[in-house]
T-cell receptor, first 116, second 110 residues
Framework: GAGVSQSPSNKVTEKGKDVELRCDPISGHTALYWYRQSLGQGLEFLIYFQGNSAPDKSGLPSDRFSAERTGGSVSTLTIQRTQQEDSAVYLC??????????????FGPGTRLTVT | GNSVTQMEGPVTLSEEAFLTINCTYTATGYPSLFWYVQYPGEGLQLLLKATKADDKGSNKGFEATYRKETTSFHLEKGSVQVSDSAVYFCALSRSDKLIFGTGTRLQVFP
């Protein structure tokens, strides 16, 4: 079946602008994750959704970052007033939450964000 | 806390050489362990996994064994190919999220 999809694949924005990144998880996956991959910091967890609620937002780096998920499916990560240090690849992943789940997550191709 | 330590790269090998990429972890309890691979220009792909002590994960000729006594999950392949050139990430699952190592770049030359 279809994997995790993300859009846009690339986004270039000016410092101070807001951006929205979209993730469409694998159908039927109730858990959804956002990570950030940057040269200096490696792969960092940002936020986790179970259904439409976010029990763990501990990785969001500042209050300029927010995310929501609607209908237990698509999620949007919003970065307000972007800064140059926000430049990174933003990865989305989803996971099935059944009894046979071994916590493996399936990743999308990522959105490369460049703040100029 | 929970963490993953991987050997630094790049690892440079000739085709058909034996590969080992070391990974050790620190965690409370017994997490699931994973190796993910990222080919140039692509996203992360799950390579293999192990969910309990002494489990061996395997895929595409790669293997890793969950060693509780040494808290390790080293990745091995008997004969690498040029197409294996990629970045390899070791990860553990804790509190419903993945904690990754810093990644090890593998370069295989013909």
């Amino acid at each position: 079946g279809a994997g995790v999809s993300q859009s846009p694949s690339n986004k270039v924005t000016e410092k101070g602008k807001d951006v929205e990144l979209r993730c469409d998880p694998i159908s039927g996956h109730t858990a959804l994750y956002w990570y950030r991959q940057s040269l200096g910091q490696g792969l960092e967890f940002l936020i986790y959704f179970q259904g439409n609620s976010a029990p763990d937002k501990s990785g969001l780096p500042s209050d300029r970052f927010s995310a929501e998920r609607t209908g237990g499916s698509v999620s949007t990560l919003t970065i307000q007033r972007t800064q140059q240090e926000d430049s990174a690849v933003y990865l989305c992943a989803s996971r099935h939450n059944g009894p046979s789940s071994s916590y493996e997550q399936y990743f999308g191709p990522g959105t490369r964000l460049t703040v100029t | 806390g929970n963490s993953v330590t991987q050997m630094e790269g790049p690892v440079t090998l000739s085709e058909e050489a034996f590969l080992t990429i070391n990974c050790t972890y620190t965690a409370t309890g017994y997490p699931s362990l994973f190796w993910y691979v990222q080919y140039p220009g692509e996203g992360l792909q799950l390579l293999l996994k192990a969910t309990k002590a002494d489990d061996k994960g395997s895929n595409k000729g790669f293997e890793a064994t969950y060693r509780k006594e040494t808290t390790s999950f080293h990745l091995e392949k008997g004969s690498v190919q040029v197409s294996d050139s990629a970045v390899y990430f070791c990860a553990l699952s804790r509190s419903d999220k993945l904690i990754f190592g810093t990644g090890t770049r593998l370069q295989v030359f013909p």
